[in-house]
């Protein structure tokens, strides 16, 4: 029963182009997170 609810759900967050610019967004503010603290931007 998980299995085939998660799957529904699965398949309707990759339909959706939200799913994308959330996922997005939050890879780059750890990208950024992570330069920030090994010191990228000290010399700006």
């Not at 967050?13 to 996922?23: I, S, T």
């Amino acid at each position: 029963m998980f299995a085939t609810i998660f799957s529904f759900e699965f398949k309707r967050w990759l339909k959706n182009p939200m799913f994308y610019v959330y996922g997005a967004s939050f890879f780059l503010i750890g990208l950024l997170t992570m330069a920030s603290s090994i010191g990228v931007f000290d010399s700006l």
